[in-house]
């Protein structure tokens, strides 16, 4: 599913707003829905309002129903979400606290037509701005490492669900049993080494024979079953290789806590236990880990802030990172950094701002018609520091109260000396001692003196 | 100053300008930018000032908007909603320490950017660049780098505590705030290369001072 607009009014800060989100005129995906779209906007313009209204449509039962609990008190009263599924319209929407589906173009009953669409595949994946502290949250009330609340394979058989979840929502409280399902086949496949390991040492007691024997079948297993920890370490170590750091393939064994979370190590090879691990590093291991492991095609993925904890260099790299870990998801962004923002084309850039009655609208990024060759914004193109002041409205452009004073008298002294030079006076003392004053304050102000105008 | 100077004497608002007499002496009742002349004030202000930024010389206000025939014969403004704009206008009180006894004097009012309006705030002014101020002269106080398209105190005046004094207020005036400097650049800076080759430019709205100075040096 891909959703191609949304409609809401007097919900929270918006009257009426339309947002399309389908790729604009002239664009080789014309029409199409935009496979990522990024929220931008002054704090309380509603970024994280709209992924929660995404949220709200698509963890709730797509039939005539009532929203789901925790949604019933938010005065959703109407809102509409167009979306489509391959070729398939349908509209959902919100009214009076009920979601419904309508103008879905198929006879099946669209209850059916859901479950059909989503067999083995994921409706949904929301990683909330506090995914870190919601995790901490509950290892500091309950123990100092996810693998200790964790389970084993063996442990979660006992509460099988009834059916498999379809929606991985990182910001509810039962985050733990999410990673139990998302790491279940490396669980899985630990436990059976495990059983490997202790099926050699139990030969090795026996005799030499026993224990080759024992050695080759497991060999034979290894090879039949390639390590899904290796294959997850091949996907994270590039991103984890910034932080220095790696996916721990083998297994210790030491003690049951090693069979249920990722272990990651230093270049050198010491473990790093998860007290020890950098809030960047829990950020991408958190957020990417799901994105490899799970299905994520016809996937809505909601990622508020993505640049939480991450160093600029990281920052410039993970909007790619995410899109290629789910290529055919759909993903919804909502960022303050500028860093972030260059990844986008103009078209995926939805800017919320509020008029003066207060009410939020969606800034424009083109004249007349929508068509790509009517848009005079492409943050792609531009500087970080011309981000922050045409797309985010920064109206200055650094520490003003030191720099404006800085660039004021700088400004003066070259103007000074250009005087001295025109009057060729630049030999005397007084020149001197200017130029040598304003090298020094031009040199902190970073400005070229090479004549080199920037663009 | 960024803008050139101010005469302030015609005021269209006429019945705001009786009441402000009226209180000669006395203590104004509170300012507040809900008070049935706030717009009045504000127009007005915006008349004497062709619609640009008293201190910084955006453009805040187009003309429609503050044409004579938009007061009625008591002299009230007749509101016809507002139109959206990026720069938009605001009343500033020049001197902020006289907002709360005299918020209703006309000689501390200037139309201004929102922009600057934010910056400004309460910092103590100098009246060496009021606008209005018999005295003042842009030509004499502030040079303009037009590299840059940053104003700076004069280049000819030498004495010290006279630089700080004007360094202090293009500070606090904002004159090279960012989001400013970067329209002022933007605007004057292919008509500044189109003066230097020679050729014909369209007249200019805003900016009048950085234009005219960088016209002096060409």
Same mark, same amino acid.
């Given at each position: 599913?891909?959703?191609?607009?949304?409609?809401?009014?007097?919900?929270?800060?918006?009257?009426?707003?339309?947002?399309?989100?389908?790729?604009?005129?002239?664009?080789?995906?014309?029409?199409?829905?935009?496979?990522?779209? !990024?929220?931008?906007?002054?704090?309380?313009?509603?970024?994280?309002?709209?992924?929660?209204?995404?949220?709200?449509?698509?963890?709730?039962?797509?039939?005539?129903?009532?929203?789901?609990?925790?949604?019933?008190? +938010?005065?959703?009263?109407?809102?509409?979400?167009?979306?489509?599924?391959?070729?398939?319209?349908?509209?959902?929407?919100?009214?009076?606290?009920?979601?419904?589906?309508?103008?879905?173009?198929?006879?099946?009953?669209?209850?059916?037509?859901?479950?059909?669409?989503?067999?083995?595949?994921?409706?949904?994946? !929301?990683?909330?701005?506090?995914?870190?502290?919601?995790?901490?949250?509950? @290892?500091?009330?309950?123990?100092?490492?996810?693998?200790?609340?964790?389970?084993?394979?063996?442990?979660?058989?006992?509460?099988?669900?009834?059916?498999?979840?379809?929606?991985?929502?990182?910001?509810?409280?039962?985050?733990?049993?999410?990673?139990?399902?998302?790491?279940?086949?490396?669980?899985?496949?630990?436990?059976?080494?495990?059983?490997?390991?202790?099926?050699?040492?139990?030969?090795?007691?026996?005799?030499?024979?026993?224990?080759?024997?024992?050695?080759?079948?497991?060999?034979?297993?290894?090879?039949?079953?390639?390590?899904?920890?290796?294959?997850?370490?091949?996907?994270?170590?590039?991103?984890?290789?910034?932080?220095?750091?790696?996916?721990?393939?083998?297994?210790?064994?030491?003690?049951?806590?090693?069979?249920?979370?990722?272990?990651?190590?230093?270049?050198?090879?010491?473990?790093?236990?998860?007290?020890?691990?950098?809030?960047?590093?829990?950020?991408?291991?958190?957020?990417?880990?799901? @994105?490899?492991?799970?299905?994520?095609?016809?996937?809505?993925?909601?990622?508020?802030?993505?640049?939480?904890?991450?160093?600029?260099?990281?920052?410039?790299?993970?909007?790619?990172?995410?899109?290629?870990?789910?290529?055919?998801?759909?993903?919804?962004?909502?960022?303050? +950094?500028?860093?972030?923002?260059?990844?986008?084309?103009?078209?995926?850039?939805?800017?919320?701002?509020?008029?003066?009655?207060?009410?939020?609208?969606?800034?424009?990024?083109?004249?007349?018609?929508?068509?790509?060759?009517?848009?005079?914004?492409?943050?792609?193109?531009?500087?970080?520091?011309?981000? @922050?002041?045409?797309?985010?409205?920064?109206?200055?452009?650094?520490?003003?109260?030191?720099?404006?004073?800085?660039?004021?008298?700088?400004?003066?002294?070259?103007?000074?000396?250009?005087?001295?030079?025109?009057?060729?006076?630049?030999?005397?003392?007084?020149?001197?001692?200017?130029?040598?004053?304003?090298?020094?304050?031009?040199?902190?102000?970073?400005?070229? @003196?090479?004549?080199?105008?920037?663009? | 100053?960024?803008?050139?100077?101010?005469?302030?004497?015609?005021?269209?608002?006429?019945?705001?300008?009786?009441?402000?007499?009226?209180?000669?002496?006395?203590?104004?009742?509170?300012?507040?930018?809900?008070?049935?002349?706030?717009?009045?004030?504000?127009?007005?202000?915006?008349?004497?000032?062709?619609?640009?930024?008293?201190?910084?010389?955006?453009?805040?206000?187009?003309?429609? %908007?503050? %044409?004579?025939?938009?007061?009625?014969?008591?002299?009230?403004?007749?509101?016809?909603?507002?139109?959206?704009?990026?720069?938009?206008?605001?009343?500033?009180?020049?001197?902020?320490?006289?907002?709360?006894?005299?918020?209703?004097?006309?000689?501390?009012?200037?139309?201004?950017?929102?922009?600057?309006?934010?910056?400004?705030?309460?910092?103590? *002014?100098?009246?060496?660049?009021?606008?209005?101020?018999?005295?003042?002269?842009?030509?004499?106080?502030?040079?303009?780098?037009?590299? %840059?398209?940053?104003?700076? *105190?004069?280049?000819?005046?030498?004495?010290?505590?006279?630089?700080?004094?004007?360094?202090?207020?293009?500070?606090?005036?904002?004159?090279?705030?960012?989001?400013?400097?970067?329209? %002022?650049?933007?605007?004057?800076?292919?008509?500044?290369?189109?003066?230097?080759?020679?050729?014909?430019?369209?007249?200019?709205?805003?900016?009048?001072?950085?234009?005219?100075?960088?016209?002096?040096?060409?």
């Amino acid at each position: 599913m891909k959703i191609t607009q949304i409609n809401i009014k007097d919900y929270n800060q918006f009257q009426n707003l339309t947002l399309d989100l389908t790729y604009p005129k002239g664009h080789e995906k014309e029409d199409q829905a935009l496979e990522k779209i !990024c929220f931008i906007g002054q704090s309380g313009t509603g970024k994280t309002s709209l992924l929660n209204v995404l949220r709200a449509m698509l963890t709730t039962p797509f039939l005539q129903t009532a929203l789901s609990e925790k949604y019933q008190n +938010s005065n959703m009263n109407h809102i509409v979400i167009t979306s489509y599924f391959k070729e398939v319209k349908s509209v959902t929407e919100i009214r009076e606290g009920k979601i419904s589906f309508r103008d879905l173009k198929t006879d099946v009953n669209p209850t059916k037509f859901m479950e059909d669409f989503y067999l083995g595949k994921n409706i949904l994946i !929301c990683f909330p701005a506090e995914i870190i502290n919601n995790i901490n949250q509950i @290892l500091a009330e309950k123990s100092p490492h996810p693998s200790s609340i964790l389970k084993t394979v063996t442990e979660m058989k006992q509460q099988k669900r009834a059916k498999p979840r379809s929606v991985f929502d990182f910001e509810t409280d039962n985050v733990l049993e999410i990673w139990n399902e998302i790491l279940q086949d490396i669980n899985a496949y630990k436990i059976e080494e495990l059983k490997y390991s202790q099926q050699i040492t139990k030969a090795l007691g026996i005799n030499a024979q026993n224990a080759d024997r024992a050695f080759e079948n497991y060999k034979r297993w290894k090879q039949k079953n390639p390590n899904p920890i290796e294959q997850l370490a091949q996907q994270l170590n590039p991103i984890l290789n910034k932080f220095s750091l790696a996916v721990k393939t083998s297994f210790d064994f030491e003690s049951i806590e090693d069979l249920k979370f990722i272990q990651i190590q230093s270049k050198g090879g010491t473990e790093i236990p998860y007290s020890g691990w950098s809030t960047g590093t829990k950020q991408v291991i958190l957020t990417m880990t799901p @994105l490899f492991k799970l299905n994520t095609d016809e996937s809505i993925i909601l990622v508020d802030e993505p640049e939480r904890s991450l160093y600029p260099d990281i920052q410039t790299e993970i909007i790619n990172n995410y899109k290629s870990a789910a290529p055919r998801a759909q993903f919804f962004f909502a960022t303050h +950094s500028p860093i972030i923002a260059s990844a986008f084309e103009p078209w995926e850039i939805v800017e919320l701002k509020f008029n003066d009655q207060g009410t939020v609208y969606q800034e424009k990024y083109y004249k007349g018609e929508r068509h790509v060759d009517n848009y005079f914004i492409d943050p792609r193109y531009l500087r970080w520091d011309v981000i @922050l002041m045409r797309v985010f409205d920064l109206g200055i452009e650094g520490n003003e109260k030191f720099r404006n004073r800085a660039l004021t008298k700088a400004a003066r002294l070259e103007t000074v000396l250009s005087k001295l030079r025109a009057e060729n006076k630049m030999d005397t003392e007084e020149a001197q001692k200017i130029w040598a004053d304003y090298l020094k304050l031009a040199t902190k102000l970073a400005w070229r @003196l090479d004549g080199y105008e920037e663009d | 100053m960024g803008m050139r100077k101010i005469d302030k004497t015609q005021i269209l608002a006429t019945e705001y300008q009786l009441w402000i007499k009226q209180l000669k002496g006395q203590t104004h009742p509170k300012y507040s930018s809900s008070h049935k002349y706030y717009k009045d004030v504000l127009i007005s202000l915006l008349y004497c000032q062709q619609g640009l930024c008293a201190y910084t010389e955006i453009l805040i206000a187009e003309e429609e %908007r503050y %044409r004579p025939e938009n007061f009625d014969k008591k002299g009230r403004y007749i509101d016809k909603g507002k139109p959206e704009s990026s720069f938009s206008a605001q009343l500033d009180h020049f001197n902020s320490h006289l907002k709360e006894k005299y918020g209703w004097g006309w000689n501390n009012f200037f139309a201004i950017s929102d922009k600057i309006n934010i910056e400004k705030g309460t910092q103590t *002014v100098d009246d060496i660049l009021k606008p209005d101020s018999p005295e003042y002269d842009p030509h004499k106080l502030l040079g303009y780098n037009e590299k %840059r398209h940053i104003f700076h *105190v004069h280049p000819d005046i030498e004495d010290e505590s006279l630089q700080i004094r004007i360094e202090n207020m293009i500070l606090v005036l904002g004159l090279n705030q960012g989001t400013i400097k970067d329209n %002022r650049r933007a605007y004057l800076e292919p008509k500044k290369k189109s003066l230097a080759l020679g050729k014909e430019i369209e007249p200019v709205y805003q900016f009048f001072t950085a234009f005219e100075m960088i016209e002096e040096k060409l």
